[in-house]
């Protein structure tokens, strides 16, 4: 079964210091993984996704999101955090062995919320 | 161009009562997706539509939980007999996405705020 883990509820960092949300996944066949962002009362914001190619995937407002097949991990990072950034961020999964039982279902993780302090 | 848009953005309801909520896609998007996003539960796939394929209805929680789509745009998610359980933030999504090609990316809407009491 597709599954996804985000290993912290919330993470705090220090404005201008770099911030890492941790992500880990279990699917049957090859992922493609995605980033979302959910500002206050807002709907969830595309910030990046992994398909193939480079395990280094750069996306909006500066973050990017690093594969690691081996860990089965995709951590989202920013090397520079604003207090701006402070959201619930999301991982999400779609396996791409379940796709044609399964569709364009996305499996997503709990969330954490990141809190960035000037 | 317009993102995805859901009606009402709140909808307080008594408990027992039928509830309709309805998402307008992007424009051209052939999958629709609904999500439910309860406190500290994450979100929860509960039905997707692509194109006129059946849809994938594996994530409705219960038969009293429904959903269309007409004309390969609009939705509507209806939940009938309303349950304080019910109460959650209801998401819609929709993308580029066709029948087994898995790599685009869902836009979701703002979302509407149910509260049954």
């Known amino acids: 079964a597709q599954s996804v883990a985000q290993p912290e509820d919330q993470v705090n960092v220090a404005e201008g210091n770099p911030l890492t949300v941790k992500c880990t996944y279990s699917v049957s066949g090859n992922p493609y993984l995605f980033w979302y962002v959910q500002y206050p009362n807002r709907g969830l914001q595309f910030l990046l996704k992994?398909?193939?190619?480079?395990?280094l995937v750069k996306g909006s407002y500066g973050f990017e999101a690093e594969f690691n097949k081996s860990q089965t991990s995709f951590h989202l990072k920013k090397p520079s955090a604003l207090v701006s950034d402070s959201a619930l961020y999301f991982c999400?999964?779609?396996?791409?062995?379940?796709?044609?039982?399964?569709?364009?279902?996305?499996?997503f993780g709990q969330g954490t919320e990141l809190s960035v302090k000037p | 161009g317009a993102g995805v848009s859901q009606s009402p953005s709140n909808k307080v309801t008594e408990k027992g009562k039928d509830v309709e909520l309805r998402c307008d896609p992007i424009?051209?998007?052939?999958?629709l997706y609904w999500y439910r996003q309860s406190l500290g539960q994450g979100l929860e796939f509960l039905i997707y539509?692509?194109?006129?394929?059946?849809?994938?209805k594996s994530g409705l929680p219960s038969d009293r939980f429904s959903a269309e789509r007409t004309g390969g745009s609009v939705s509507t998610l209806t939940i009938q007999r309303t349950q304080q359980e019910d109460s959650a933030v209801y998401l819609c999504?929709?993308?580029?996405?066709?029948?087994?090609?898995?790599?685009?990316?869902?836009?979701f809407g703002p979302g509407t705020r149910l509260t049954v009491l």
């Open positions: 539509f692509q194109g006129n394929s059946a849809p994938d």
């Open positions: 999400a999964v779609r396996d791409m062995h379940e796709i044609y039982n399964q569709g364009g279902k996305l499996i």
């Open positions: 999504a929709s993308s580029l996405t066709r029948l087994a090609e898995g790599s685009n990316e869902q836009f």
């Open positions: 992994y398909i193939t190619g480079d395990n």
């Open positions: 424009s051209g998007h052939t999958a």
